[in-house]
């Protein structure tokens, strides 16, 4: 009995510790965000919805992603002509919706606190998704920083 009870406690281990590895991500720095993003915005999170796997939304608050799941949540994402730091796109949408990673562990009653937030988003390609997995959304008080390491990419032309 003690040794079914260990293997099931090892096995339990070995799954959990794979689930918290599949969670993580490489740390980027800043410049290095900065650097590999197309756009930087300055955006105010309209709303939080979370989609099912058929594209229906739900509104059950306890609704999850992460690893195994099919739920995608999505930000609408509002955005002023006049707080656009840097894109390589000819125009610029008023509203744009921000799909997250989906291997995250979140919850839509846990994510709704983002409603209403304005951040700096650094963003990539012409569908304007997320540079990086983690830390593509910045507290305003990342602008001046932000702002000096735009100076360094060469503005490349509009592509659409």
């Known amino acids: 009995m003690t040794n079914r009870l260990t293997a099931y406690l090892v096995l339990g281990l070995l799954f959990l510790g794979n689930t918290v590895y599949a969670t993580q991500v490489a740390n980027k720095t800043l410049p290095e965000l900065v650097a590999d993003s197309d756009h930087v915005v300055i955006g105010t999170v309209k709303a939080v919805k979370m989609h099912t796997w058929l594209g229906f939304e739900t509104t059950n608050p306890k609704s999850r992603?992460?690893?195994?799941g099919t739920n995608e949540l999505r930000w609408t994402v509002t955005i002023a002509p006049s707080d656009i730091l840097y894109t390589i796109k000819k125009t610029v949408p008023k509203e744009?919706?921000?799909r997250q990673w989906q291997r995250w562990h979140m919850d839509l009653e846990g994510s709704k606190h983002h409603e209403g937030k304005t951040y700096i988003f650094l963003l990539k390609g012409g569908?304007?998704?997320?540079?990086?997995?983690?830390w593509y959304y910045r507290d305003l008080s990342d602008r001046p920083e932000i702002e000096e390491l735009l100076k360094s990419k060469t503005k490349q032309p509009a592509t659409q």
């Open 96 to 98: 744009i919706i921000i």
């Open 127 to 134: 569908d304007m998704h997320y540079v990086y997995p983690a």
């Open 65 to 68: 992603t992460g690893p195994g």
